[in-house]
């Protein structure tokens, strides 16, 4: 579904991403881990193209992507919920959830909001507030709504669980699975290496820009040097 | 009922200040830039107006539809040849190129329609009102003035916070980036708000010239100066703050003049922004953003 081939990203004189190659296929939850500068969000903002490869290229349902803008890229239901939320902070939470919907019809979504206030009813109760006045679990939980407001068919996925009490990773991770189960794509980025690998397909290990290892997420889970680095063990 | 009929026409002068610190704020707002060619858009819009009443005979009304006409595809224009090209250059770059738009309007305009100045006919044919016994008599001009700054208001804020364009134009302003991940395009956005804001640049250059009727290439500077003046007093990037930074400054300004000296009154207007920026750096209803970790 993905195709990404040896993209080299530069910021400035540095070479932020090196020669990485990955793939993601339809239906599968694959996840990039890697410490903080491995270059993980770098390669969701090229894919998103925020970011321009200065080599490689990048496929999409067998379209390249590479030399698309942003915008045009979100219709071809590619979706990237940013790390750190990003929300429109001085918009309502209903106005950021109508924006995650941008690219759509505006009577189509209106099933799909009264599905994002189902999951998370504090956010029907605050629909009218500000963003910026949500606390920042709430922000989250908003942050994946307006994600599944586009209805993407591949989402990506920055760092869910950045920040949230632990009840709250575990509700976003359920969400994910879900959303997953229901025929959505993901490619997720996370330092919390375990959660992302109990969820996932396949993973990807980032050290400074580069693809160290890869396998299936019980390869991934035993892999002796992997439990030093990211697993706490 | 003197000091009635000063508020008023400083409300008057006030409501043209708003109009144009619209433009002003909005275009900052969201392309982050300061366009200091905004102010000559103004008095194109005069000359436009001034070019439909009295060499093609038309309407006052149909004058000003085709000034907002004339102006929008200018802002358009200035937008895509001068600006847009600077989409990623610093903003000292922008800011420099915005200033030499400004000279090229200027000196286009005395090209094509000399420096001599024209005597600019009201395009409010109604009379005034007298109020009182003929004690306060207030122009057909101020009122039109005021009653259009007051619809341009509503309109935007309708526009702002209503449509689909407007909540687009709120999330472009707010992340640029994010704004291009729901599918915004960030280059048509800004298109729009400069087509917006040249359009009320036109109605602002229309009223102001019924109201002081000299018309020359100059016309629009110091007016747009004045409602740079006005953005920043009430928050640059701020609609209400643009309307109140203008109908604040107008009145100050007329009030200065009626009361303490004519010669002072600018300097008395760029003494109070300086010092609400004193108080309050972020404008009279300038935002900070609070961000939650």
Same mark, same amino acid.
């Given at each position: 579904?993905?195709?990404?081939?040896?993209?080299?990203?530069?910021?400035?004189?540095?070479?932020?991403?090196?020669?990485?190659?990955?793939?993601?296929?339809?239906?599968?939850?694959?996840?990039?881990?890697?410490?903080?500068?491995?270059?993980?969000?770098?390669?969701?903002?090229?894919?998103?193209?925020?970011?321009?490869?200065?080599?490689?290229?990048?496929?999409?349902?067998?379209?390249?992507?590479?030399?698309?803008?942003?915008?045009?890229?979100?219709?071809?239901?590619?979706?990237?919920?940013?790390?750190?939320?990003?929300?429109?902070?001085?918009?309502?939470?209903?106005?950021?959830?109508?924006?995650?919907?941008?690219?759509?019809?505006?009577?189509?979504?209106?099933?799909?909001?009264?599905?994002?206030?189902?999951?998370?009813?504090?956010?029907?109760?605050?629909?009218?507030?500000?963003?910026?006045?949500?606390?920042?679990?709430?922000?989250?939980?908003?942050?994946?709504?307006?994600?599944?407001?586009?209805?993407?068919?591949?989402?990506?996925?920055?760092?869910?669980?950045?920040?949230?009490?632990?009840?709250?990773?575990?509700?976003?991770?359920?969400?994910?699975?879900?959303?997953?189960?229901?025929?959505?794509?993901?490619?997720?980025?996370?330092?919390?290496?375990?959660?992302?690998?109990?969820?996932?397909?396949?993973?990807?290990?980032?050290?400074?820009?580069?693809?160290?290892?890869?396998?299936?997420?019980?390869?991934?889970?035993?892999?002796?040097?992997?439990?030093?680095?990211?697993?706490?063990? | 009922?003197?000091?009635?009929?000063?508020?008023?026409?400083?409300? /008057?002068?006030? %409501?043209?200040?708003?109009?144009?610190?619209?433009?002003?704020?909005?275009?900052?707002?969201?392309?982050?830039?300061?366009?200091?060619?905004?102010?000559?858009?103004?008095?194109?819009?005069?000359?436009?107006?001034?070019?439909?009443?009295?060499?093609?005979?038309? %309407?006052?009304? /149909?004058?000003?539809?085709?000034?907002?006409?004339?102006?929008?595809?200018?802002?358009?224009?200035?937008?895509?040849?001068?600006?847009?090209?600077?989409?990623?250059?610093?903003?000292?770059?922008?800011?420099?190129?915005?200033?030499?738009?400004?000279?090229?309007?200027?000196?286009?305009?005395?090209?094509?329609?000399?420096?001599?100045?024209?005597?600019?006919?009201?395009?409010?044919?109604?009379?005034?009102?007298?109020?009182?016994?003929?004690?306060?008599?207030?122009?057909?001009?101020?009122?039109?003035?005021?009653?259009?700054?007051?619809?341009?208001?509503?309109?935007?804020?309708?526009?702002?916070?209503?449509?689909?364009?407007?909540?687009?134009?709120?999330?472009?302003?707010?992340?640029?980036?994010?704004?291009?991940?729901?599918?915004?395009?960030?280059?048509?956005?800004?298109?729009?708000?400069?087509?917006?804001?040249?359009?009320?640049?036109? !109605?602002?250059?229309?009223?102001?010239? %019924?109201?002081?009727?000299?018309?020359?290439?100059?016309?629009?500077?110091?007016?747009?100066?004045?409602?740079?003046?006005?953005?920043?007093?009430?928050?640059?990037?701020?609609?209400?703050?643009?309307? $109140?930074?203008?109908?604040?400054?107008?009145?100050?300004?007329?009030?200065?003049?009626?009361?303490?000296?004519?010669?002072? %009154?600018?300097?008395?207007?760029?003494?109070?922004?300086?010092?609400?920026?004193?108080?309050?750096?972020?404008?009279?209803?300038?935002?900070?953003? $609070?961000?939650? !970790?």
């Amino acid at each position: 579904m993905l195709k990404v081939n040896s993209i080299h990203v530069f910021y400035g004189n540095i070479h932020a991403i090196k020669d990485v190659s990955f793939y993601v296929n339809e239906g599968e939850i694959v996840t990039l881990i890697g410490a903080n500068g491995a270059g993980k969000s770098t390669i969701l903002k090229t894919i998103s193209g925020l970011i321009r490869p200065a080599v490689g290229t990048i496929e999409f349902l067998g379209e390249s992507i590479v030399n698309l803008s942003p915008h045009k890229i979100v219709r071809k239901r590619l979706a990237h919920c940013p790390e750190g939320r990003r929300l429109f902070l001085q918009m309502s939470v209903k106005e950021n959830l109508e924006m995650g919907a941008y690219t759509r019809d505006e009577n189509d979504i209106e099933a799909d909001m009264a599905d994002v206030y189902q999951r998370f009813p504090i956010l029907e109760e605050r629909r009218n507030q500000l963003a910026a006045s949500l606390s920042g679990g709430e922000q989250q939980m908003l942050a994946m709504g307006r994600a599944m407001m586009a209805k993407p068919s591949l989402l990506m996925l920055d760092e869910p669980s950045m920040g949230l009490a632990p009840i709250l990773v575990e509700q976003i991770f359920d969400l994910i699975v879900e959303l997953n189960e229901a025929g959505t794509t993901i490619l997720l980025v996370e330092q919390n290496a375990q959660m992302a690998l109990s969820i996932a397909d396949r993973g990807y290990v980032l050290e400074t820009g580069s693809i160290v290892t890869t396998g299936s997420c019980a390869d991934l889970l035993n892999d002796e040097r992997l439990k030093k680095a990211y697993l706490g063990g | 009922m003197t000091f009635l009929s000063y508020l008023i026409s400083g409300i /008057s002068l006030g %409501s043209i200040y708003a109009i144009i610190a619209l433009g002003y704020t909005m275009v900052y707002g969201i392309a982050k830039m300061l366009n200091f060619a905004h102010g000559d858009v103004i008095m194109v819009g005069g000359y436009m107006s001034f070019m439909a009443t009295t060499h093609f005979g038309w %309407s006052p009304f /149909s004058s000003v539809l085709f000034a907002m006409g004339v102006c929008t595809v200018l802002g358009i224009l200035i937008e895509q040849l001068a600006y847009k090209p600077l989409r990623s250059a610093p903003s000292l770059a922008v800011l420099i190129t915005a200033i030499g738009v400004s000279y090229f309007l200027q000196n286009a305009a005395l090209l094509i329609w000399t420096p001599n100045p024209k005597s600019f006919s009201s395009v409010v044919p109604f009379d005034s009102l007298r109020l009182f016994d003929g004690q306060l008599i207030i122009s057909g001009t101020t009122i039109v003035t005021i009653v259009a700054c007051a619809i341009i208001i509503v309109t935007l804020n309708t526009i702002v916070n209503k449509t689909k364009i407007g909540k687009a134009m709120r999330a472009v302003s707010e992340d640029k980036d994010v704004a291009q991940l729901m599918g915004i395009s960030v280059n048509k956005t800004i298109s729009v708000t400069f087509a917006i804001g040249s359009a009320l640049a036109a !109605v602002a250059g229309v009223l102001l010239c %019924s109201a002081y009727p000299i018309l020359m290439p100059t016309t629009g500077a110091m007016p747009g100066i004045k409602a740079f003046t006005a953005a920043v007093f009430g928050g640059i990037g701020s609609i209400p703050g643009a309307f $109140l930074g203008g109908i604040l400054l107008g009145i100050i300004e007329i009030l200065g003049k009626a009361y303490i000296s004519t010669q002072l %009154s600018d300097a008395i207007v760029f003494a109070v922004l300086i010092i609400i920026l004193l108080v309050k750096p972020t404008g009279l209803l300038g935002k900070k953003v $609070l961000v939650k !970790v």
